[in-house]
């Protein structure tokens, strides 16, 4: 039996969220960049 890859759909959701705060406060605009570019370094 196959596990199903939750990795992809947390972060479509961890995203989904950031982008949700990004319209609340420009200061999550550049966490979500930081964070983005680490995420993007460790996959």
Known sequence: MRRPKLGQRVQALFFFY???LWHRN??????FAAIRAHVGMLI
């Open 18 to 20: 950031l982008y949700l």
């Open 26 to 31: 420009w200061f999550y605009s550049l966490a």
